[in-house]
């Protein structure tokens, strides 16, 4: 490479690119786009690698990766792409002005350091709780809501995992037959939790003894609590999906009640969706409006045993549904079943839409 100049050369297309697609194939006044220097903040950790992952398969423009994690992590190697990478500080980071940071190191981290990137200029994409419910921040699923971004955003929040695949599906549901009530029930993976939580599932599996992420044994049982408990007996959790599918949706109007379930898989979050709407539907047009709503797959075949499953989700980026059938104990209501990987769309996946977004609307460069 002479003179460390890359430029990326795209094909210009008079449509608009899909969803599936990286969002910085639009059309600039030149033709190009100038590829930037990215902080991914947790790096070291769970979602952080699988950020560097996704960001390397979706080939978005990185000239310069800035892996950040904790001070004990500073100055460890990192590779991607086949280049290694030293750990940098938090400040270190900041100090090198990337032009987003996506950060994905838990919720405290997240409000001490994001307002500093952001006070620097720096775009922040954040995959913690933190600012989820800032009136003042936009909560983002690209495939849903990428139009209430602006280039004045500087700290743009990443909803929780399981709301993000339940309103992807909701949505075109939504606009088409309005929804008055959603009953949701998770279950979901213990990658959701965390590496430590992963070898908890592991060890009691070979039935070595070791440190506990959970109160309780996760392997051969399930654990109907995810976060902690608040003053109306729902956990944080349930209280997120609630919340979240709300201003995800734009409709205060949408009732959401949740119970959220912590299951021994890997792969993805499942949830059994129950939706009231105010308009009846027939169920192949249902069908017919999510296989065409980008990211999303409908496997339905019951003949054939088809159906959505945290195996057949893993590593992939869609949102998959199926069981898709009426309630029959009420008028307009249907029942689903959506599978998501976790890691992927409810998070690192999701997180690099919305950089990818902003970099094809050329608000950051």
Same mark, same amino acid.
């Given at each position: 490479?002479?003179?460390?100049?890359?430029?990326?050369?795209?094909?210009?297309?008079?449509?608009?690119?899909?969803?599936?697609?990286?969002?910085?194939?639009?059309?600039?006044?030149?033709?190009?786009?100038?590829?930037?220097?990215?902080?991914?903040?947790?790096?070291?950790?769970?979602?952080?690698?699988?950020?560097? *992952?996704?960001?390397? =398969? $979706?080939?978005?423009?990185?000239?310069?990766?800035?892996?950040?994690?904790?001070?004990?992590?500073?100055?460890?190697?990192?590779?991607?792409?086949?280049?290694?990478?030293?750990?940098?500080?938090?400040?270190?980071?900041?100090?090198? %002005?990337?032009?987003?940071?996506?950060?994905?190191?838990?919720?405290?981290?997240? &409000?001490?350091?994001?307002?500093?990137?952001? @006070?620097?200029?720096?775009?922040?994409?954040?995959?913690?709780?933190?600012?989820?419910?800032?009136? +003042?921040?936009?909560?983002?699923?690209?495939?849903?809501?990428? #139009?209430?971004?602006?280039?004045?955003? %500087?700290?743009?929040?990443?909803?929780?995992?399981?709301?993000?695949? !339940?309103?992807?599906?909701?949505?075109?549901? #939504?606009?088409?037959?309005?929804?008055?009530?959603?009953?949701?029930?998770?279950?979901? +993976?213990?990658?959701?939790?965390?590496? %430590?939580?992963? *070898? *908890?599932? !592991?060890?009691? $599996?070979?039935?070595?003894?070791? =440190?506990?992420?959970?109160?309780?044994?996760?392997?051969?049982?399930?654990?109907?609590?995810?976060?902690?408990?608040?003053?109306?007996?729902?956990?944080?959790? =349930?209280?997120?999906?609630? %919340?979240?599918?709300?201003?995800?949706?734009?409709?205060?109007?949408?009732?959401?009640?949740?119970?959220?379930? $912590?299951?021994?898989?890997?792969?993805? #979050?499942?949830?059994?969706?129950?939706?009231?709407?105010?308009?009846?539907?027939?169920?192949?047009?249902?069908?017919?409006?999510?296989?065409?709503? =980008?990211?999303?797959?409908?496997?339905?075949?019951?003949?054939?045993?088809?159906?959505?499953?945290?195996?057949?989700? #893993?590593?992939?980026?869609?949102?998959?549904?199926?069981?898709?059938?009426?309630?029959?104990? *009420?008028?307009?209501? &249907?029942?689903?079943?959506?599978?998501?990987?976790?890691?992927?769309?409810? @998070?690192?996946?999701?997180?690099?839409?919305?950089?990818?977004?902003?970099?094809?609307?050329?608000?950051? +460069?």
């Amino acid at each position: 490479m002479q003179g460390g100049l890359v430029v990326l050369f795209i094909k210009i297309s008079t449509g608009l690119p899909k969803m599936g697609r990286l969002f910085f194939n639009q059309k600039t006044p030149k033709g190009i786009f100038k590829i930037m220097k990215v902080a991914v903040v947790g790096a070291t950790g769970l979602v952080g690698t699988k950020m560097l *992952q996704v960001l390397a =398969e $979706r080939n978005f423009p990185v000239t310069e990766l800035l892996p950040v994690a904790s001070e004990r992590s500073v100055g460890k190697e990192i590779d991607f792409k086949g280049k290694k990478y030293k750990v940098v500080s938090m400040q270190d980071a900041i100090d090198a %002005k990337p032009a987003v940071a996506i950060f994905s190191a838990g919720g405290n981290t997240s &409000l001490e350091w994001a307002p500093k990137f952001a @006070a620097a200029g720096i775009t922040v994409v954040d995959n913690s709780s933190a600012w989820r419910m800032d009136a +003042s921040k936009k909560l983002v699923v690209p495939e849903v809501n990428a #139009h209430v971004l602006t280039a004045d955003d %500087k700290i743009i929040a990443n909803p929780n995992c399981s709301t993000i695949q !339940m309103v992807i599906v909701l949505k075109p549901l #939504h606009d088409k037959y309005k929804i008055k009530r959603v009953v949701v029930s998770t279950y979901q +993976s213990v990658t959701g939790t965390g590496v %430590k939580a992963v *070898q *908890q599932m !592991m060890n009691e $599996r070979k039935g070595v003894e070791g =440190e506990m992420a959970y109160k309780y044994a996760i392997d051969l049982n399930v654990i109907p609590q995810i976060d902690v408990f608040t003053d109306n007996a729902y956990t944080k959790e =349930e209280m997120k999906m609630v %919340k979240e599918t709300k201003k995800i949706l734009e409709d205060e109007s949408v009732k959401v009640t949740a119970t959220c379930v $912590r299951i021994p898989t890997m792969g993805g #979050h499942s949830e059994s969706v129950n939706i009231e709407f105010e308009n009846d539907f027939n169920l192949d047009d249902v069908k017919a409006l999510l296989s065409k709503t =980008e990211g999303v797959v409908v496997q339905d075949d019951i003949s054939n045993a088809l159906y959505p499953m945290p195996l057949t989700a #893993h590593d992939k980026d869609e949102t998959f549904v199926g069981r898709i059938r009426r309630d029959e104990t *009420q008028p307009n209501t &249907l029942n689903c079943w959506i599978v998501s990987d976790n890691l992927r769309k409810g @998070a690192a996946t999701n997180a690099i839409q919305i950089a990818e977004y902003l970099s094809g609307k050329q608000y950051i +460069s």
